[in-house]
């Protein structure tokens, strides 16, 4: 039975739409970022103009590049780190039987449920404790709360369909729990390990509570915070040429990513919750 | 009666190993998670402030309820539970969470449904809708509200060509339009996330129930409705779940999109406000402790409800 | 001297106990089976052996010293798993070092085992492999020989023909024969269900039924002189003929056992007397299965071709010297 022209037709207005709603602001927040002086304040939904004045603005005055070094370090070391803690953790979780074992990981799930803001009050004070306040170890730090519990999750999953008589040749090949994981394991979680890292990454690159909270000086701050905080002289004069030009620049890698590693990043975010 | 196990060295070891490589996440967790909401708690029943902690009392109830009797014969009722923006804050939050999950559920199995078809382009397609989920939410709330923007936003611009609006709306800054900017957004950049959990549901109805309903000439709305949808829904149901408790600690959107509101304040925003903004740590603190009151009890309902297969026994 | 000793050995998960009294002793260089149905006990015996389960109650002892709380690396064995368990982004030769690498055995002494031991297995020229280069066949010996490196006094396998399809398990079932014998000194413990592996590789087979032994001893000690009904009816091809009724009790027993292979048919005169249900042409031999009157179903074997149609009347004559009966509880009468 083939549909009918008109179903067709449809369905093929209804994929357009869906497309074009999806990928319309980001285009037309590149548009806005091409434009400046009076061309800012004319509604185009073409490109009319190739003007690159407000990226030269953005990168030129020096802080900018700063905070994107920031951001850069911040998500690249919470996805090290993470991953670190999170794959011995999760061969524990997956291989090893012992007592409250599914209490535990309950706990490690219930916290990834946490609302970031009920443990702001605690966890600045933690941050002054350790005199990490204003430093972007601050962040590393304090972003584990909610990329360790996901991370530990996805990669206890993966780890559990992995044959058991592997790791039972490695043990009577006389490999330690450690070797096992390093020599056997690792080298066959390379898939998980790029989903969860890739996740990671994007959540630490996007957050917003912790960072403008920890983090007080312009130098010190990611991305997400400059550009929210990016201002003009009067509420008359915000810079949205820079604004946008800002946010096409941090959001760009982001968009290349998803484009490049689409399948993984599906299965990862499906991993967690679906299967649960 | 059970014999003591006799275990031997190598579950001995194991076991051991287990605790050791559990510990280095157990102890992060701890610090940035368990010690400072257990603070947070604490804070909330103290007078401390933000320059202040250490030396924080003990004040009971009173951030959170206190009736204050003026003497008289005449007293009035203080506190997080009698304050009026709170509340506000609390509506404000349930109405978002609820209005923009629904619409991210019916939006998101649109596009699952379409996503699960067999067509040429699909994987463009569905890598297009991921966009609006890669992208910050900071710069989504940043380009929104500049596409929303009153005089040279394109929105007024497009509604105005099409004839729905006469003249141009001020939808960030009125009241009436406000919420429904910041949903807008939210449902934008979060139904890529829904129809992706819709989707991996979809991809595990298997094929030859169709072909059966097919042949027995079930029409197309009805196989949908009898079968497609009760065997999603389990799958339907975890996504909304997730979003649900997701949208009830909103933050960023509000903060960058409608910054100082009543007309939009959630309960995270009202938090942060006290404890940094207001210097009122404690009281701040009581705020966050009921949001996290409110997200721990349904997400335990939930838990149970569903009986979550934690130990992997089942699959 | 025995290699391996079980004494009093038992398993139990929680209440429920699954191996009990096992005792064993199996010689220096002896190839041993465990064979039953799935769900004896014999992988989980095997795996206690590896050290892979903890053992519940009893001593094993390997070489005289006590292996109960030994790490299974340190206990002189190696074990064939069912799945091969190859590492699979290992190469062939990275597959068979790496017990070797973990032993800290020198890189010289390494390759020279696991060249040795490829050798023996012919396959030096898929050491620089990957397992899925591998067919069924290869992979199999590559677990094998990832065994050899290792140079154990016991070496285990669990099932491992049962991956491969029914024409390689013939060959490899031979060339794990011939490995035992090129092996002399190594006693070899082997896991099957298939009593057809069992009776052709074992020198004694342990016969594993609920979580108990039920006999052990040589094939042919099992094949003529079954210790229980279990054992008669599990070992032998095709299936020993099981009666009951006024047969067994002119004997004094509950059951009467006779192999198919010991029946005698003729067409005028026999102890028996049947109507042919069914005959089954194997080329090499003929089953004929004949209703008996007063008796029932009796499965007979023949040589050969046997000349009979479904709906002959036959006459049977069971051999006398090779009845076996059982009382009650399965027990052999002797009679």
């Known amino acids: 039975m083939k549909p009918a022209l008109w179903q067709t037709a449809g369905f093929y207005a209804l994929v357009a739409i869906i497309v074009l709603q999806a990928i319309f602001p980001f285009y037309y927040a590149i548009l806005t970022s091409l434009e400046d002086g009076q061309a800012l304040f004319e509604v185009n939904y073409l490109p009319k103009a190739l003007n690159f004045a407000n990226y030269q603005a953005m990168l030129s005055g020096g802080v900018f590049g700063k905070q994107i070094l920031n951001s850069v370090f911040v998500a690249s070391v919470v996805v090290i780190l993470s991953l670190f803690l999170a794959i011995t953790a999760a061969f524990a979780l997956s291989r090893i039987h012992f007592r409250g074992r599914g209490l535990l990981l309950l706990t490690v799930l219930s916290v990834s449920m946490f609302p970031q803001i009920a443990v702001l009050s605690g966890l600045f004070e933690v941050i002054r404790y350790f005199g990490l306040f204003n430093s972007l170890w601050s962040l590393v730090f304090s972003y584990m709360i909610f990329t360790l519990p996901f991370t530990v999750w996805v990669l206890t999953t993966f780890m559990r369909n992995l044959p058991v008589e592997i790791e039972e040749a490695a043990i009577m090949d006389g490999a330690s729990s450690f070797t096992i994981i390093r020599r056997v394991f690792l080298p066959l979680m390379w898939p998980a390990m790029v989903t969860t890292g890739l996740l990671a990454f994007i959540h630490a690159w996007n957050e917003f509570l912790f960072a403008l909270t920890f983090l007080s000086t312009d130098s010190q701050r990611t991305v997400p915070v400059a550009i929210a905080l990016i201002s003009g002289r009067s509420e008359f004069e915000i810079p949205w040429g820079n604004i946008m030009a800002a946010s096409v620049i941090v959001t760009l890698p982001l968009v290349a990513l998803v484009l490049v590693f689409q399948r993984k990043i599906v299965s990862g975010l499906t991993a967690g919750a679906v299967k649960g | ?315 | 001297m025995a290699t391996v000793e079980l004494i009093n050995v038992s398993k139990s998960y929680g209440n429920v106990e699954v191996l009990r009294d096992i005792n064993l002793s199996l010689q220096k260089g002896e190839f041993v089976v465990f064979v039953g149905p799935s769900g004896c006990g014999k992988s989980t015996l095997l795996r206690m052996i590896a050290g892979l389960e903890d053992i519940s109650g009893g001593d094993l002892l390997i070489d005289g010293k006590p292996m109960n709380d030994e790490m299974p690396a340190k206990r002189g064995i190696a074990m064939v798993f069912q799945s091969y368990a190859l590492y699979p982004h290992m190469t062939v030769f990275e597959n068979m070092s790496f017990g070797l690498e973990q032993a800290k055995l020198d890189k010289d002494e390494i390759k020279a085992r696991v060249e040795k031991a490829a050798e023996m297995l012919q396959i030096e020229g898929l050491l620089d492999r990957k397992p899925k280069q591998l067919s069924g066949g290869q992979r199999q010996r590559v677990a094998i020989g990832r065994a050899i490196t290792r140079d154990p006094r016991v070496f285990l396998f669990d099932e491992p023909l049962s991956n491969l399809d029914a024409a390689l398990r013939v060959d490899t079932r031979l060339e794990i024969a011939g490995l035992s014998q090129r092996l002399p000194d190594t006693t070899m413990i082997y896991v099957t269900h298939d009593q057809v592996e069992a009776m052709t590789l074992a020198d004694r087979i342990v016969v594993l039924n609920g979580g108990v032994v039920e006999q052990v001893g040589t094939p042919m000690e099992l094949y003529e002189r079954p210790a229980s009904q279990f054992v008669a009816g599990f070992i032998g091809s095709p299936r020993m003929n099981f009666l009951n009724g006024a047969v067994a009790q002119a004997h004094g027993a509950e059951c009467y056992g006779i192999r198919p292979e010991h029946i005698a048919l003729d067409h005028e005169n026999g102890d028996w007397r049947g109507r042919v249900i069914l005959t089954e042409r194997l080329g090499s031999d003929t089953f004929v299965h004949v209703n008996v009157e007063g008796i029932g179903t009796v499965n007979v074997r023949i040589e050969g071709r046997a000349e009979v149609q479904a709906g002959e009347a036959v006459h049977l004559t069971p051999d006398p010297a090779s009845i076996h009966l059982f009382d009650a509880r399965g027990q052999p009468v002797s009679g």
Request: glycine letters at 4%; zero cysteines; aromatic letters at 14%.
């Open chain 2, 1 to 315: 009666m059970a014999k003591t196990e006799q275990r031997s060295r190598l579950s001995r070891s194991r076991t051991r190993s287990a605790w050791l490589f559990l510990a280095p996440m157990l102890v992060m967790l701890l610090i940035v998670a368990a010690w400072p909401l257990g603070r947070t708690i604490w804070f909330s029943f103290t007078d401390a402030s933000l320059d202040l902690m250490s030396e924080a009392r003990w004040v009971g109830f009173r951030n959170y309820l206190e009736y204050v009797d003026f003497g008289d014969g005449e007293g009035q009722y203080y506190g997080l539970l009698a304050d009026p923006r709170w509340w506000r804050s609390v509506w404000n939050t349930i109405l978002f969470a609820a209005v923009s999950v629904s619409f991210e559920t019916v939006f998101g199995l649109i596009i699952a449904l379409v996503l699960n078809q067999q067509f040429r382009g699909r994987a463009f397609v569905r890598a297009a809708v991921l966009i609006p989920w890669a992208i910050p939410t900071i710069v989504s709330a940043k380009m929104w509200a500049w596409m929303l923007h009153d005089q040279f936003g394109i929105i007024n611009d497009m509604f105005m060509a099409l004839g729905m609006i006469s003249e141009p709306i001020a939808w960030t800054a009125s009241p009436e339009t406000a919420m429904v900017a910041v949903m807008m957004v939210d449902i934008w950049k979060t139904t890529p996330f829904m129809a992706l959990l819709i989707l991996a549901g979809l991809q595990m109805v298997p094929g030859d129930i169709y072909e059966a309903a097919k042949l027995d000439g079930v029409p197309a709305w009805r196989v949908f409705r009898r079968l497609t949808l009760p065997l999603i829904m389990p799958a339907v149901l975890v996504a909304v779940v997730f979003r649900a408790l997701d949208a009830l600690r909103v933050f960023d959107i509000v903060y960058v999109l409608t910054p100082n509101t009543d007309a939009t304040r959630t309960m995270s925003v009202y938090a942060r406000e006290n404890l940094f903004d207001f210097d009122q740590f404690a009281y701040g603190s009581a705020a966050s402790t009921l949001l996290f009151v409110v997200i721990a009890l349904i997400t335990i309902t939930f838990i149970m409800a569903t009986r979550m297969d934690l130990e992997g026994k089942r699959s």
